[in-house]
């Protein structure tokens, strides 16, 4: 039971070990893209080209038909990775080994829908893998594996969800195979990450160049960052923190150095609307920004 690309090398792995996957469940084919077209999600696709048969219930709350098909399945265990709804207690009591959740953070921080992002903005040195198994609450259930990673200065969404795709692949066939007796997560130190929205990703000038360079590496590819250049409103690609000062949001000089609330950030690689992503040289000779230019 998932969703987007985080989810499939779970699938891929649990296949490949011969576990015998008698349904994959995932969000319904949407809309997506400029043209609006419907478009099936990443597991969707996996999915189908292993041959699997697919599920794609809108809802699950309240929806006792689709209960009942759950049940008839006489599932071992259900593996849930980002699946996107949540499971009512019907489906969570059916499989005889419970459903089993892929988790993307060191529970209970960071639980919610968007832990990989928020380690990165917070800073943490750590991320890592809890195989849990699911309650009724959020993220709030009994956890049966833990595998930490280390996070480099460096670190981007686009990386650590990779690496953590895989850590998940891994932890959950131990899972399965070793049958790991669950303990309670601890009632201390418990934190939250809120679904991220596009506005989410725009650069505030006032903050530290430190957080501002965090907030451009967690939140690429999405939901992006961005910042607004006279009437339009520039993608932030790529960014690093670096020496300088002046008034937040000012241009410093030719190469992209712009002040912050402490410190400076060098923009090394935008997108204009409509445009091809640029580093930050190929875009100031197509589209000079002068410095003393203010961005909003």
């Known amino acids: 039971m998932g969703s987007p690309d985080f989810s499939v090398a779970a699938l891929r792995a649990l296949n490949a070990a011969g576990h015998e996957i008698v349904a994959v469940y995932c969000q319904p084919p949407r809309p997506a893209g400029r043209g609006h077209a419907v478009r099936r999600c990443a597991v969707h696709e996996a999915a189908e080209a292993l041959g699997l048969p697919v599920r794609t219930p809108a809802r699950l709350r309240s929806n006792e038909r689709e209960h009942a098909a759950f049940a008839a399945l006489a599932l071992d265990a259900a593996v849930v990775a980002a699946y996107g709804l949540i499971l009512p207690e019907p489906m969570l ?3 005889r080994r419970g459903c089993l959740n892929i988790h993307a953070s060191l529970l209970p921080r960071w639980r ?12 943490d040195a750590q991320s890592g893998i809890t195989i ?11 956890m ?8 480099g200065p460096r670190e981007t969404a686009a990386r650590l969800h990779d690496r ?45 160049a430190a957080a501002l360079d965090r907030q451009v590496r967690a939140l690429n590819p999405w939901p992006g960052t961005f910042t607004v250049l006279g009437a339009e409103t520039l993608k932030v690609l ?26 400076a950030l060098r923009l090394t690689r935008v997108q204009a609307p ?3 992503a640029l580093d930050a040289a190929a875009f100031l000779r197509g589209h000079p920004v002068p410095p003393g230019t203010r961005l909003g």
């Open 144 to 151: 049966l594996l833990v595998e930490a990673l280390p996070l």
């Open 93 to 95: 009591a059916a499989p």
């Open 164 to 208: 953590l795709a895989e850590l998940g692949a891994r932890l959950i066939l131990r899972a399965l195979e070793e049958n790991p007796p669950s303990r309670p997560q601890p009632t201390e130190g418990a934190t939250y990450a809120p679904k991220l929205t596009r506005d989410d990703g725009r650069l505030d000038w006032a903050r530290d």
């Open 274 to 276: 409509g445009r091809a």
């Open 238 to 263: 790529a960014a690093e923190p670096i020496a300088g000062g002046g008034e937040p949001g000012t241009v410093l000089d030719s190469s992209f150095r712009v002040a912050t609330g402490s410190g």
């Open 112 to 123: 919610g829908a968007a832990p990989i992002q928020a380690a990165i903005l917070a800073g």
């Open 132 to 142: 849990m198994q699911m309650d009724p609450g959020l993220d709030t259930g009994p």
